[in-house]
């Protein structure tokens, strides 16, 4: 155990630290001599959550820096030698808790940069098409489909999405997860800087967005996104 590859420490039933291997020590910085709760190295392995935990528990800690899985098992005392040389036992309550700490960041950083990767499928409908153009000169109607094309096509560029026109009024547009979150906290602002185009026609101009995401494969992300615009 003191060579072990993988963090470990053995915990009271109260938290308190009875000893650690070298790599726990490292992993968390501190001395062989810490002898204080498990609580002031991750705040939400109290003393509360050992006494309920079972006989072996996983929890997840993450934060800014790094992502660790702290795996919990039991060890009850008649499973422990009378002579032990690596822990003073003595007095403690019915059971210790060997603590194993995993480091996911690395493994999290990947899981979500795939996630990140994976394409979306949205459609995007002009839905007074038929209205608007109905209310300018048919000399502008040409100019007006234009200037609607481009608005789309560059939102959508700009989150390295393509655009390829469907109908006169329907448009299909693939681009990455890791973009539909930026989308959100710009409310689309598509939607609004469409209605700004305006060249004499009566109506402002109105979209449509339905977005496919979290399907398993784009013919899935397809159907979501038509369900999305219904």
């Given at each position: 155990l003191h060579?072990?590859?993988?963090?470990?420490?053995?915990l009271e039933r109260s938290g308190k630290i009875?000893?650690?291997?070298?790599?726990?020590?490292?992993?968390?910085?501190?001395?062989?001599?810490?002898?204080?709760?498990?609580?002031?190295l991750f705040p939400t392995v109290t003393r509360e959550f050992l006494a309920k935990s079972e006989d072996?528990?996983?929890?997840?800690?993450?934060?800014?820096?790094?992502?660790?899985?702290?795996?919990?098992?039991?060890?009850y005392f008649d499973s422990v030698a009378?002579?032990?040389?690596?822990?003073?036992?003595?007095g403690a309550d019915e059971f210790l808790t060997a603590l194993y700490v995993f480091d996911e960041t690395e493994?999290?950083?990947?899981?979500?940069?795939?996630?990140?990767?994976?394409?979306?499928?949205?459609?995007?409908?002009?839905?007074n098409y038929d209205e608007v153009l109905n209310s300018i000169d048919p000399?502008?109607?040409?100019?007006?489909?234009?200037?609607?094309d481009r608005k789309i096509n560059k939102y959508f560029t700009q989150y390295d999405g393509i655009v390829?026109?469907?109908e006169n009024d329907k448009y299909f547009v693939m681009f990455k997860t890791k973009y539909v979150s930026k989308m959100q906290?710009?409310?689309?602002?598509?939607?609004?800087?469409?209605?700004?185009?305006?060249i004499g026609n009566g109506l402002p101009i109105t979209l449509s967005i339905g977005i496919g995401v979290g399907g398993n494969g784009l013919v899935a992300n397809y159907e979501i996104a038509r369900a999305a615009i219904d």
């Open positions: 060579e072990f590859e993988i963090p470990y420490a053995l009875l000893w650690m291997n070298e790599k726990f020590s490292e992993k968390m910085d501190i001395n062989k001599n810490y002898h204080k709760s498990i609580t002031t072996v528990s996983d929890l997840r800690i993450e934060n800014d820096d790094c992502v660790v899985r702290l795996m919990l098992n039991r060890i009378d002579e032990n040389e690596i822990i003073d036992a003595e493994l999290h950083s990947y899981k979500k940069e795939i996630e990140e990767q994976k394409q979306v499928c949205s459609l995007v409908y002009i839905d000399t502008r109607r040409t100019l007006l489909v234009a200037l609607i390829r026109k469907l906290t710009n409310k689309f602002a598509i939607l609004d800087e469409v209605k700004t185009v305006n």
